[in-house]
């Protein structure tokens, strides 16, 4: 049958940003201690506050059972097997301007296509280029903060506004919220941090590219997001590593505070190393997202596109705290080959008139699997509030799988919650049409996928969309034969 | 100058002969009608000139252009100017009907060295080409044929013939479930797009179509063999005296 063909062709393509590149490290011993939380501290020239909060999150985690219940099946992780802090060795001066950033990390840069330089103007974003753990080039840091926002890396923040962080850090995910939370609340390397004063309307999209580098450095980004009343901010993030043959392990944090009238948009384009043909290698992605619509009025938009990682637990979250308060959550996930995904949201209503929006479509290739898990819950209190879901599902070929579960709980009886779903496949009669048009098996996929995705690559910023649109069809190049 | 040339065909799906012997050429200018009852193998030809891959030949030749059409993959079979309106066009969910197009048109110039088409130009042709057809505006931005009804689809697929303009174009059964007013607005473009470069290959169960679309040759296919040829006088001979006719003397 045809389908035979397609799914073995699927395994024929490449990761297309795989590379090591050669920078030195200044790393921790192997293995997790309260020794390493010590030394990362340290390193880090933390306040002492800081340390204590990383020492009792890692006191929690130690009496803590990693999960069971996500669709996903990997080997024991040996947590004392992993090194918990690599920085770029050259760091510990600070680079003052772009020139005097390593060569091999800006070289590092360029082939992701990351424009470090003039460019960035020209594009109007400021990046936070995190390679490895630290911070190593920040810009546009003196036009935001002409406006009092704060743009930087999580260290620096540490440093510089521990007020801030000591009042915020933690408030939406708790580092005993669970076991990935808790684990990288004690060994958190770095990430951003990002705060908007009142009223202020950030003028341009904040974007932050992680990138996994040093050898078996698990990577614990944590960022925050604090939108004050009336603030706005569109925040990108966008990943990609090298080609790995270990599997690495990637715990993030990610927090948004909304206040009264705040909005804050999250967007995620995820791409990293997602394991070769034989599912050997990638990244395990646990990552704990959520935002809190603290205000009334305010509203948190996730939008993600996930094509990488050998398996991705991910549920971007909104509490809907305050009155009027809404949540979006739109979401692309792809899989091929022999990824798994188990990834969704939840959505919970604690305010009245509360509204949330889920759309999330599944795509799976290969031999992956790709699991969509939403919670819907509104509280007794939560009055007339709305939830609308779409669960969408496509199949490449017949050897993967695509699952749906959705959790449904309310409270009171003047809310509304929907819920739709579908499933659909890329059939032989379709491919046949469009290469009869002359369109070949590879760009009717991408046209397909990319038309089926559409409703969620158009919450994307612009830029990104494209980027984005670009990365489903090379993730599936070559699946359909 | 001979387009296509059928040799000897033989045809196999799931191990059975559907195919047994075809010959026929079509040359540039001319309109060929194929007619036949049902199961004697005409969407079955019409399926393996347009190269889907479940049909195995396992005899003959079929020479397009002067090349062997079975080098060809089903997209380089497109752009070199092979298009086949199907019997059962299919819903691509998402794509609309300009992307789509406007890929397939673009694949098109790629293949002959052209310039892509820019947006404004593209619009204008696509307008046009609509316009033959009678099909509305707002169908363009509809995703490919989803909830089109049985006449609209149709329709869709002879104002793709007339955006690709085809070398050859194959029309599989185009006529089935039109109404008279859908069956005249389908004939008509046909009509408009013929000239003497290009060749029509009729595929039809009824003679009706043929009132509308003069078929220079008339073909008839029984348990896969063209076992009378003649021209559009045998169509009104079959209408009239109806298959069992051919049945009868073919049989005995």
């Known amino acids: ?481 | 100058m001979s387009l296509l040339k059928i040799e000897n065909l033989k045809v196999n799906i799931n191990g059975n002969q559907i195919i047994k012997g075809i010959n026929l050429e079509v040359n540039a200018g001319e309109i060929h009608a194929i007619m036949g009852p049902n199961g004697s193998g005409k969407s079955t030809l019409a399926n393996v000139l347009a190269g889907r891959e479940d049909y195995i030949v396992t005899e003959g030749s079929v020479t397009y252009m002067g090349k062997n059409l079975f080098d060809m993959a089903s997209e380089v079979r497109a752009r070199e100017g092979i298009f086949l309106a199907f019997q059962y066009p299919v819903e691509i969910p998402g794509v609309s009907n300009a992307n789509f197009m406007r890929t397939a048109l673009n694949e098109l110039r790629k293949f002959r060295n052209e310039e892509p088409l820019d947006a404004m130009d593209f619009l204008q042709l696509m307008r046009e080409k609509a316009k033959l057809v009678e099909i509305d505006k707002t169908f363009l931005n509809r995703s490919v044929n989803e909830g089109f009804s049985g006449g609209e689809k149709k329709r869709n697929e002879i104002f793709q013939m007339a955006m690709l303009q085809p070398k050859l174009a194959i029309l599989d059964e185009t006529d089935s479930g039109l109404d008279i007013d859908a069956l005249k607005i389908v004939a008509n473009g046909v009509n408009k797009l013929s000239n003497e470069n290009n060749a029509f290959v009729v595929i039809t169960h009824y003679q009706r179509l043929l009132d509308y679309i003069i078929p220079d040759f008339v073909h008839v296919l029984y348990k896969g063999q063209i076992v009378k040829s003649g021209t559009k006088k045998l169509a009104l001979e079959l209408e009239e005296k109806g298959y069992d006719w051919i049945k009868k003397e073919i049989d005995m």
């Open chain 1, 1 to 481: 049958m045809e389908d035979v063909n397609i799914v073995e062709q699927i395994t024929l393509s490449d990761y297309k940003y795989g590379f090591i590149s050669d920078i030195e490290n200044d790393t921790a011993p192997k293995g997790l201690s309260e020794d390493t939380v010590r030394f990362i501290s340290e390193k880090k020239k933390e306040p002492k506050f800081m340390l204590d909060w990383r020492l009792k999150a890692y006191r929690y985690w130690l009496k803590m059972k990693e999960p069971e219940w996500a669709n996903v099946k990997y080997p024991p992780i040996d947590y004392q097997d992993i090194y918990y802090y690599a920085a770029p060795k050259n760091s510990s001066e600070g680079p003052k301007s772009l020139e005097e950033v390593d060569p091999e990390i800006r070289k590092t840069f360029e082939k992701l296509g990351i424009p470090l330089a003039e460019q960035q103007k020209l594009a109007g974003i400021a990046v936070d280029a995190v390679l490895d753990s630290v911070s190593v080039a920040t810009t546009f840091k003196g036009k935001l903060s002409e406006l009092g926002i704060i743009f930087c890396s999580m260290s620096d923040a540490v440093q510089n506004h521990p007020d801030l962080i000591e009042k915020y850090i933690g408030t939406v995910v708790p580092s005993t919220d669970n076991y990935f939370a808790a684990l990288n609340s004690a060994v958190f390397s770095d990430g951003s941090f990002c705060y908007i004063p009142k009223g202020v309307r950030c003028p341009m999209e904040l974007s932050t590219y992680f990138r996994i580098n040093a050898k078996s450095s698990g990577q614990f980004e944590r960022t925050l997001i604090v939108a004050e009343e009336g603030a706005y901010v569109s925040y990108l993030e966008g990943c990609s590593a090298p080609m790995r043959d270990e599997n690495q392990l990637h715990a993030a944090v990610v927090e948004l505070i909304a206040e009264k009238n705040a909005e804050i948009k999250y967007s995620t384009v995820q791409n990293w190393y997602p394991g070769d043909k034989e599912g050997k290698g990638g990244i395990y992605n646990f990552v704990t997202k959520r935002g809190m619509c603290r205000g009334d009025n305010s509203k948190i938009s996730w939008t993600q596109v996930e094509t990488g990682s050998a398996i991705t637990w991910k549920y971007p979250s909104c509490i809907l705290k305050g009155d009027n308060s809404v949540g979006e959550f739109y979401s692309v996930a792809l899989t091929n080959n022999y990824q798994q995904a188990d990834t969704g949201t939840k959505m919970m209503h604690l305010g009245k008139n509360t509204k949330s929006r889920i759309v999330s479509k599944g795509i799976s290739a290969g031999k992956s699997q790709n699991s969509y898990r939403g919670l819907v819950s509104v509280n007794t209190k939560a009055t007339n509030s709305r939830n609308y879901s779409q669960c969408d599902s496509l199949l490449i070929g017949d050897k993967c799988g695509a699952h749906t579960f959705p959790y449904i709980d309310i409270g009171n009886k003047s809310s509304v919650v929907e819920h739709e779903a579908t499933t659909s496949k890329i059939s032989d009669d379709i491919i046949f049409y469009c290469n009869q048009r002359g369109i070949s098996t590879e760009d009717a996929v991408g046209l397909i996928v990319n038309g089926y995705a559409k409703e969620v690559l158009n919450q994307l910023p612009m830029e990104f969309a494209v980027e984005a649109q670009k990365l489903l069809a090379i993730s599936l190049e070559g699946s359909v034969g």
